[in-house]
């Protein structure tokens, strides 16, 4: 046998003992499903994305189905699937405040729920359309609208766990964020979800360590959860700084030549990051987005080579804030001033990925929409101002009224 032959013959046995070791290595084999089913807690932030394996199915079953129920045993269920277990969803084309039922996605026998909501919470059963489970889950959604803030560079300090005889509520924070900047002083972040520790959880619930779950878990008794859900979640804030790897450091005598010679007709300057342009109206609002940016990831905004620092405007920070950032990164500016103009950077991971020149104008059609949040709060005031206007008239008239009756019918008085 020559030497071709033999080389062929060594990697097909190669190839089939590599398929052989894959097929060893199948996890539903490994994974027995439990004869009694038990639901693992897990705990996300708002408007977070997030995936549940089903970890266990017997290898006879060719898809799954999820299901998700509010409460056990309730009488409403969802039904997750398009009965093929292969529904995909991007997270791209997901709107903030849309239906479950649109913001989900099945992707090898795994669920996928995107920009999770509060209403969200709740059990998820990995089965089938038979009425098999598998594996279940108990998630739940905490909402970001009572989230505190502390800024470690003033001294603030995460608040105390809460004792409450055998209960004890308290914060439990996730890993720091990398700095959200490189080359300039940055800002970083660690987040932190309410949690309780009880020793009259019920068994059915697997927890980590056993006996703490979060405060928003279906295992929390009834007399418990007004006080666990009065806790709400934490974000700590601290300064950083680190160093630009693997990018090309361009000198400002540099950018200033290149310029010069693109007004003299040459190629034109292409930026360091990709530009949008935007012109907004005088007087509306406007959101900006980092692309690809996530609520878990590490965003920050500029304004031209201004940083627009956690501490100064993130939202909650001062009661009226006319440009702030949420909790899920996003810069708010309300009703467009023509200070606003200027290019505003993202950074995403401590790398600097778009860049926003905004422009405000006073000419041009712009149309009313009830979607408009200034629309909406002119139209509230409008309202309100008239129902003033009506409660003054009617109390002039009723007023003068009473007059009239006093002074033509005195024996009418009592």
């Known amino acids: 046998m020559g030497p071709a032959p033999a080389t062929v013959l060594l990697w097909a046995w190669a190839t089939l003992k590599a398929f052989e070791v894959m097929e060893k ?54 039904v997750l699937t ?31 729920v995107f920009r999770a909501q509060p209403d969200d919470s709740g059990l998820y059963f990995c089965g089938t359309h038979q009425g098999d489970y598998f594996y279940a889950y108990d998630v739940d959604i905490q909402s970001s609208e009572g989230l505190v803030a502390a800024f470690e560079d003033r001294g603030q300090e995460p608040s105390v766990d809460e004792q409450h005889g055998g209960l004890r509520i308290f914060t439990t924070f996730w890993e720091w964020t990398p700095c959200d900047r490189c080359g300039v002083r940055g800002e970083q ?20 360590p056993p006996g703490v779950v979060s405060c928003g878990s279906r295992a929390v008794p009834r007399q418990f959860r007004a006080m666990a859900m009065a806790h709400a979640p934490e974000l700590l804030v601290r300064s950083c700084q680190v160093p630009c790897t693997n990018q090309s450091r361009v000198h400002e005598g540099v950018l200033a030549l290149y310029s010069y010679v ?46 627009l620092y956690h501490t100064q405007y ?32 993202c950074w995403r991971q401590g790398k600097r990925v778009a860049g926003i020149r905004l422009g405000v104008t006073s000419r041009g059609r712009y149309p009313a929409s009830l979607s408009d949040p200034e629309t909406r709060s002119a139209l509230q005031l409008a309202l309100l101002g008239y129902l003033l206007i009506v409660a003054v008239f009617i109390t002039v008239h009723l007023c003068r009224c009473c007059c009239y009756l006093f002074r033509c019918c005195p024996n009418l008085v009592p």
Not at 189 to 208: A, D, E, N
């Open 262 to 307: 693109s007004r003299l007709g040459s190629r034109p300057w292409l930026p360091r990051v990709p530009i949008q342009f935007h012109q907004q109206r005088l007087g509306h609002g406007l959101i900006l987005s980092c692309p690809g940016a996530r609520p878990e990831h590490a965003v920050a905004w500029d304004k031209d080579r201004q940083p």
């Open 25 to 78: 290595e199948n996890i539903f084999q490994k994974t027995p499903c439990p004869a009694f089913l038990m639901f693992d807690n897990a705990a996300y932030l708002a408007d977070m994305s997030f995936e549940l394996p089903c970890h266990c199915k017997p290898e006879q079953v060719p898809m799954v189905v999820w299901f998700h129920q509010k409460h056990l045993g309730s009488g409403h269920t969802q």
């Open 189 to 208: 972040w660690r987040l932190g979800l309410c949690y309780l520790q009880s020793l009259h959880l019920p068994p059915r619930y697997h927890t980590t």
């Open 82 to 112: 398009d009965f093929e277990g292969r529904l995909l969803v991007e997270a791209a084309q997901v709107s903030v405040g849309s239906d479950v039922l649109a913001r989900f996605g099945i992707r090898m026998f795994s669920l996928l």
């Open 314 to 345: 993130l939202k909650g920070v001062n009661r009226s804030m006319r440009v702030f950032i949420d909790h899920g990164h996003q810069l708010h500016i309300r009703f467009a001033q023509p200070r606003d103009r200027g290019t505003y950077y």
